[in-house]
Structures are given as C-alpha cells and as structure tokens.
C-alpha cells in the first residue's frame, strides 16, 4: 500500500486550487502529485439566466473539481485554506459564503475527515511571518515541499491558488489529521 494522501483546498468562488500531496514520514519532504485551479465564471448574462441559478452552476462546477480529484486520487482527508471573511460588500461575502459551503458539502458527501487553516496559517508557515505576499508564500511553498515533474503551473493566476492549496497542508502539519495519517519511519 502506498503512503496516505490529502487533498490542500484554496477556497474560491471564481478560482479554487486543489493540491493532492502525498504525506512522507517525519523529516523527509511531502510530495505534490498533481496541481488544479478550478475557474468558474458567471454565466448569468450570456443566457438570460437569474444570477442565482448561475451561482448554483458555478457551485457545481466546484464540487464536481473537487470530488473528481479527491476520487481520482483516493484521498484520506482534505485540509482546507478558509476564505478571508474581510471582504467589502455584500456579493464578495456571498461568494466567499458559497464557495466555503460547497467545499463543506464535498467533505460531507466524500465521508473524509477535514482540517481548516486560514490565509495566516499558510503565511506563517510559508514565510515565517502572517504577512507574507502571495509571491512569497508560492516560492516558500515550492521549496518546502517536494513537486512531482510537470506539476508547479506555468501560469502565475493558477500557480497562486495551488501553492495556496499545497501550503494549506503544510500548515496543517502539526494538526490532528495530518499526524494521524503521516507514515512512521520504517528503520
């Protein structure tokens, strides 16, 4: 049997990143398998749709991303980066809102267990510090964990959201989940 796997969410409404790692033992470096930044876009104009009905489509689109690749890879448990809550203004907060409530439904659907970190758990570990810039947290979390060929992304707008993801896990390291299902060292 091959060592446990997770799944590193970055919760977004118009971009979720997905990172499944593969958890090495104590002192050796997790591995990235595969990288995804999930983009979805408002669909309501082009069809005459109610914004609500594209809302639900685009909450789909999410779920189905995120249950294709927690299958695909037979995850044992997901870590997800919560939404920042400050956002301005109504719509942001219902995105924020919708985005975090789809992921949840994944977890329950999947019957995974599931560990939260925030946007300053993932700058901490990352750069040492909870203010730490996106570029910064993308080239800690390269060097932090160990990427299969061909999985850190050309394209910087899907290589924030799946350092993000892959830095959620890494945040995680010393939380419950990760420490139950990280591999003793074989002597």
Do not use: Y
């Amino acid at each position: 049997m091959g060592r446990p796997r997770v799944l590193g969410v970055d919760v977004g409404f118009v971009a979720t990143g997905l990172a499944v790692v593969e958890l090495a033992p104590v002192g050796e470096r997790d591995l990235v398998l595969a990288v995804e930044t999930v983009r979805t876009v408002a669909s309501g104009k082009k069809r005459g749709l109610r914004v609500a009905d594209s809302d639900a489509e685009r909450c789909q689109e999410v779920a189905r991303a995120v249950l294709r690749v927690a299958r695909q890879w037979d995850v044992s448990g997901l870590i997800v980066e919560l939404p920042n809550a400050g956002a301005q203004g109504a719509r942001p907060n219902r995105a924020m809102g919708m985005a975090t409530g789809v992921i949840a439904a994944c977890v329950e659907a999947l019957v995974l267990p599931v560990e939260w970190v925030t946007p300053f758990d993932v700058k901490k570990v990352a750069t040492g510090r909870r203010s730490g810039t996106k570029e910064q947290v993308q080239e800690a979390v390269t060097r932090l964990l160990e990427w299969a060929p061909g999985t850190i992304s050309r394209v910087a707008s899907r290589r924030e959201h799946e350092a993000d993801a892959a830095g959620a896990v890494r945040a995680a390291d010393g939380g419950v989940l990760i420490r139950s299902l990280r591999p003793r060292r074989t002597a």
